[in-house]
C-alpha cells in the first residue's frame, strides 16, 4: 500500500498533477480498506508443494472463479475498452485487477517450485511450473499494458488508490 500511495502523492510532486479532494479522499479510503481487510482476513492453508498447488488450482471453486474472471476480462478488453477505455477510468483497471488475481497466484507457485528446487527436489520436471511461468508472463504484460493506458489517459492520482483497491479486492477474493 505504502508504494502505491507514495506514488500518488509523489507525482503531485514531481510531475505537477494535481492531488483534488478526490485523490486524497482515494488515499484515505485505501488505507482504511486495507487495515479493515488485514484485520478481519480469514486464516489461509498454508500450500508447501506443487502437487498441493495443482490439487488447489484443479478446485470446482477456483475453476470457476478463474473461468468468470477470464471471461469478464475478455469482454472488457476486446467490446468494452475500445468504447469507453479513455472515458471511464475503471475500465482499465479493471482489466489490470481481473487479470492481477492470476499473476499472484502464479507467483505463489513459483515461490514453491523455487522453494523445492531449493531443497534439491526438482520441481522444474512438474508441468506446473511452465503453466504458471506461461500465465505469469501473460498476464503481467497484459497488467503493465492497459496499466500504462490508464496512466496515458488519466491522472496517476486517481489511477493508483482505485488500482490498488480493485487489485487488492480480486486478489483476496
Known amino acids: 500500500i505504502s508504494i502505491l500511495l507514495n506514488s500518488a502523492i509523489l507525482s503531485s510532486y514531481f510531475l505537477n498533477e494535481k492531488l483534488n479532494i478526490h485523490g486524497k479522499l482515494g488515499c484515505v479510503l485505501s488505507i ?3 487495515t479493515v481487510m488485514v484485520i478481519h482476513a480469514p486464516e489461509e492453508e498454508e500450500v508447501t508443494s506443487l502437487d498441493e498447488m495443482e490439487r488447489k488450482l484443479q478446485d ?40 492481477g488475481a492470476f499473476s499472484v497466484s502464479s507467483v505463489k507457485g513459483l515461490g514453491i517450485a523455487i522453494k523445492q528446487m531449493l531443497e534439491r527436489k526438482p520441481a522444474y520436471r512438474h508441468p506446473l511450473v511452465y503453466i504458471l511461468v506461461g500465465i505469469l508472463v501473460l498476464s503481467v504484460s497484459t497488467q503493465i499494458n492497459y496499466l500504462n493506458k490508464a496512466l496515458d489517459v488519466f491522472n496517476t492520482s486517481l489511477v493508483t488508490p482505485i488500482y490498488y483497491v480493485c487489485f487488492t479486492t480480486t486478489v483476496v477474493t
Open 32 to 34: 482504511l480498506g486495507s
Open 60 to 99: 470446482p471453486v477456483f475453476v470457476t472463479f478463474a473461468v468468470l474472471l477470464t471471461v469478464v476480462a475478455l469482454v472488457l478488453i476486446v467490446v468494452v475498452a475500445p468504447k469507453r477505455g479513455q472515458t471511464n477510468i475503471l475500465i482499465y483497471i479493471l482489466i489490470c485487477s481481473l487479470i
